[in-house]
């Protein structure tokens, strides 16, 4: 009986493999015979661009959400107390029925922080007499927290939906 022909290089790593293809830039891949639209960028006058036909509309870029994929490997780190931490992973595991979202969940708040920017600059100076009592006062960080809270909430109600 004959051997088979290796299908995948000796060396083939799929983990690197995978990885270097998320890495590296998006760059469409044109179909043979397909229509070019051509629309004016922003960087130059209405010159004709190429842009990908109807076969590709599905991976066409989104503006203003990044378009490679990047790794999350850092991690932001605060204190809490046990009965907080286990709290947010009790809600996020009701609400979303999993018990790992609690990540998402932050992230989706510091969204909320960074569309809402613009009131939050407008009540920097509110926020900065906000005297921040020391770690060993367990009743004047709740305080501080909570008026902090008010002050985020009247900047994201400003703000309204986040765009995209």
């Not at 229509?35 to 190429?50: D, G, K």
Request: proline share 10%; charged share 25%; glycine share 6%.
């Amino acid at each position: 009986m004959a051997k088979r022909a290796p299908i995948l290089p000796d060396n083939y790593n799929p983990v690197g493999e995978r990885l270097r293809r998320i890495s590296e830039p998006f760059s469409p891949v044109v179909v043979p015979g397909e229509n070019v639209i051509a629309l004016p960028t922003p960087e130059s006058s209405p010159v004709t661009e190429a842009v990908p036909g109807p076969a590709l509309r599905e991976r066409e870029l989104i503006p203003d959400i990044p378009t490679g994929q990047e790794l999350k490997t850092v991690s932001v780190r605060f204190r809490c107390a046990l009965n907080e931490r286990k709290k947010w992973h009790e809600l996020t595991r009701e609400l979303t029925g999993d018990h790992n979202n609690l990540s998402h969940f932050i992230r989706a708040a510091l969204l909320l922080v960074e569309n809402s920017q613009g009131q939050l600059q407008r009540l920097a100076p509110d926020i900065q007499r906000f005297q921040k009592p020391a770690t060993n006062d367990p009743l004047g960080l709740t305080l501080y927290e909570q008026r902090l809270a008010q002050l985020l909430y009247d900047a994201i109600k400003a703000a309204g939906r986040p765009k995209g």
